[in-house]
């Protein structure tokens, strides 16, 4: 069960960085569009 538990961790880290960084390209591709519109 512990293992379990720590493949859940895992995978809420991993997708928490893989939000943070298409939410990082989101804000570059918005600022691009706004300096180009």
């Not at 990082?24 to 519109?37: K, M, V």
């Amino acid at each position: 069960r512990r293992a379990s538990v720590g493949l859940k961790a895992a995978l809420v880290a991993i997708h928490l960085v893989f939000v943070g960084v298409l939410f990082l390209f989101d804000g570059d591709l918005i600022n691009a569009t706004r300096s180009r519109p």
